[in-house]
């Protein structure tokens, strides 16, 4: 037998194509999502060089970054130009080397990191790669998946590979049950002011643990995203069968037969007359059942029982308060119960100097109390944060109230799937009757390339995952929460703890 | 890409940590499809001052001394680079004419996006850094003498560290190679891995339509 193997190992080794001496692995990359703003000088290289795309078929595009959220005229005739050219500039090399693109007003369209999942064209063993830091998004799959730069991007193009040199692994167990009001990004903020902004760099990071296995997709999706933050090249989770329920049926995942007793299931793998075969006019041949094959693959990943990591952190999730970010970097993160902490809390020279600079950036006096720092806007949305559930969530604690006059506030969907499901659910109304903007998919202001930004000044509770300063606009004040926490930020104008949220006028854990 | 030797160049010190890529090169630059042009907008948001009817170059900010003008060597804080993967900031540090960065630690993606853009990233100990962070703030046209060669950091008052880089970082930095063409030596092991890799359809994107 041979040893025990982690997750990320079968995937490395299952990927290399070369390993020549003295030099980077040379890693095979199964899906390469494209958007608009990190492509058209990789693309341009491929021109000069006289170059195509390898394999067309496993490169998916998307617009995303700089398309405006306000209404589908402004995203037709998208009024600035430079915008424009470089969505136009998308569109003609889509055309040029074969490439998908789901277009601004396709019905697939929306944040890249949200339509690979949703097309099922994100599975579990594959490599993904995108030029965007938060591609780590799709390793909630149990995929190796990480930011790359342009060159990378048009390497990719070229070759269908990367040279890799390989991450150490660190795997972070979360345990216990998750209190009321606590969420999968209040897990991860809390892991990245516990380790720090650097604390990943060069590790390839697996979550795991009894938390982790009861969160949904969309909530281990929200984990891995964030992996970036803490300099992870990768974050992961093992698939299981909360991951294969989402995959099955997608647009992109393998066609077969769900199983509702997969493992004991001891049926032959070939079926007659299915709907597929009717479609194709082929007569009652064997047809393979590739969803089952799928599975009996997706089943070999997870880390093998006595696998070695180079680095193991163990946090139980039962002592988790909701999160509020006080300062301009992830890790500067305290609980909504806590206070601003000063720069003689730092540990080092260094943390005091980044402390200061980053309360005075913040405009925060060290002990104020979270819950008194009031707010200008609250935007829900990003990749981190505005998939159907986030919206649901965020939904339940907006409904019977209306935003503080102070405030304004905008829900951003990450996709059309998104917003289709949200408004047949009445999500849309339950928003719109509070006070909230309901707008069109895109990254909006989590970065502010579109003309969704903040004015100097603005303090903004966020569903996004940076705050760094002047990410959402020069000057603006980003503190990072989960979507319940921005939703009752809105309602009350200051930072407010959900544990102890009136629903509706109801008793709260109702 | 431009080979990378030997430099003594002028050094500025960028004494912070953490700074991330949207610092390096805000989002509204992003729009551009060339990988030139973004010097002038390298640390915008720092580098100049922004009264309601003109943008200003900010006296303030360490860059606009006249002092360090014309410097090729950044000495920073560590994580440098953290946060989004965008290539524009190696652009950007290269087309105002940045060759080397002097710091502790750098995230993973800018570390590479720096190396593919001829940017030489050189690690030292917190104390060394802090002693060319000092230098370069107290001593007038401070310059330092990096070599890529000899994996070294030299002044002209004595300092001397070694840092390490990746051989195979180092060789094509120093004779300026790109990476396809690198990685075409291995086309032959592609096709046949990719002949093998092809047959597992759960891997392919399209799943759905692998195989009919």
Redesign the interface.
């Known amino acids: 037998m041979s040893a025990p193997q982690t997750l990320f190992e079968k995937l490395w080794q299952q990927h290399l194509v070369a390993e020549p001496a003295g030099e980077p692995a040379l890693l095979y990359i199964d899906l390469h999502l494209v958007h608009e703003v990190t492509s058209p000088q990789a693309f341009e290289g491929l021109r000069l060089a006289g170059r195509k795309l390898r394999c067309p078929d496993r490169h998916i595009a998307t617009v995303d970054h700089n398309v405006p959220t306000t209404s589908v005229h402004d995203r037709l005739v998208i009024a600035d130009q430079i915008a424009d050219k470089q969505i136009n500039a998308l569109r003609k090399n889509c055309a040029d080397f074969g490439v998908e693109l789901f277009d601004v007003q396709a019905a697939e369209q929306g944040i890249v990191h949200m339509i690979g999942p949703e097309l099922g064209a994100t599975k579990p063993g594959m490599t993904i790669v995108c030029g965007d830091s938060h591609t780590s998004t799709h390793g909630a799959f149990g995929a190796l998946a990480f930011g790359i730069g342009t060159s990378e991007v048009e390497h990719v193009m070229a070759t269908q590979t990367l040279p890799q040199s390989k991450p150490k692994t660190f795997r972070i167990n979360v345990e216990g049950e998750l209190p009321y009001g606590v969420t999968a990004k209040d897990i991860i903020l809390d892991i990245i002011g516990r380790i720090g902004t650097d604390g990943a760099t060069g590790y390839a990071i697996e979550y795991a643990g009894s938390t982790i296995r009861a969160l949904s997709m969309e909530g281990r999706m929200t984990i891995c995203n964030m992996s970036i933050e803490a300099g992870a090249r990768a974050g992961m989770i093992a698939p299981d069968e909360t991951t294969f329920k989402y995959l099955y049926g997608r647009r992109f995942s393998p066609p077969g037969f769900m199983h509702t007793t997969p493992q004991t299931d001891a049926r032959p793998v070939e079926h007659r007359s299915t709907i597929r075969s009717f479609a194709v006019g082929q007569t009652a041949e064997p047809v393979r059942d590739l969803w089952r094959e799928a599975v009996a693959h997706w089943r070999t990943l997870p880390t093998d029982p006595g696998a070695v990591f180079d680095r193991e952190l163990t946090i139980d999730a039962t002592q988790l308060a909701p999160r509020v970010t006080w300062g301009t970097s992830p890790g500067m993160v305290t609980g909504i119960n806590n206070r601003v902490p000063s720069p003689d809390d730092a540990a080092t020279e260094a943390d005091k100097k980044s402390y200061a600079s980053a309360l005075e950036y913040m405009g925060l006096k060290p002990g104020t109390p979270m819950e008194e720092i009031k707010i200008d806007a609250v935007f829900l949305g990003s990749c981190t944060n505005a998939r159907i559930e986030d919206l649901r969530a965020a939904a339940k604690v907006v409904s019977g109230h209306r935003i503080a006059t102070s405030v304004r506030a905008m829900v951003v969907p990450g996709s059309q799937q998104v917003k289709l499901q949200a408004e047949r659910e009445g999500l849309d109304n339950i928003f719109k009757t509070a006070g909230f903007e309901w707008r069109e998919p895109g990254c909006s202001m989590c970065l502010g390339m579109n003309p969704d930004i903040l004015s100097p000044g603005e303090r903004c509770a966020s569903t996004s995952n940076r705050n760094f300063e002047g990410r959402q606009g020069r000057g603006g004040r980003t503190h990072l929460v989960s979507p319940q926490m921005a939703a009752a930020a809105a309602i009350t104008g200051h930072f407010t703890d959900i544990r102890n949220w009136n629903f509706n006028g109801k008793e709260a854990k109702q | 890409m431009k080979p990378i030797r030997t430099l003594t160049a002028l050094a500025v010190p960028l004494?912070?940590?953490?700074v991330?890529t949207?610092?390096i090169i805000?989002?509204?630059f992003?729009?551009?499809?060339?990988?030139t042009g973004y010097g002038e907008f390298l640390f915008y948001?720092w580098r100049y001052t922004?009264a309601p009817d003109a943008v200003e170059p900010n006296p303030e900010f360490v860059l606009n001394a006249p002092r360090y003008k014309g410097a090729e060597i950044l000495i920073v804080?560590?994580?440098f680079g953290?946060?989004?993967?965008?290539?524009h900031a190696?652009w950007a540090l290269n087309d105002y004419g940045f060759r080397c960065v002097v710091g502790t630690?750098f995230?993973?993606?800018f570390y590479?996006?720096a190396g593919?853009?001829g940017i030489l990233l050189c690690r030292l100990t917190e104390d060394e850094v802090n002693t060319l962070m000092a230098r370069a703030a107290n001593t007038p046209q401070y310059k330092l003498t990096v070599s890529l060669e000899d994996q070294t950091v030299k002044d002209a008052q004595g300092f001397s560290a070694h840092f390490d880089i990746?051989?195979?970082r180092k060789f094509c930095l120093l004779e300026g190679l790109d990476?396809?063409g690198?990685?075409?030596r291995?086309e032959a092991?592609?096709d046949k891995?990719?002949a093998a890799?092809d047959k597992?359809?759960?891997?392919?994107?399209?799943?759905?339509?692998?195989?009919?």
């Not at chain 2, 953290?82 to 290539?87: A, I, Y």
């Not at chain 2, 597992?200 to 009919?212: G, H, M, R, S, V």
């Open positions: 004494d912070r940590a953490n991330d949207d610092q805000p989002k509204q992003l729009k551009r499809i060339e990988r948001d922004f804080g560590k994580n953290c946060g989004s993967s965008r290539e190696a630690t995230a993973d993606i590479s996006n593919k853009n990746d051989p195979f990476d396809i690198l990685t075409l291995h092991e592609l891995f990719e890799h597992e359809f759960w891997l392919k994107p399209k799943a759905a339509n692998a195989i009919t």
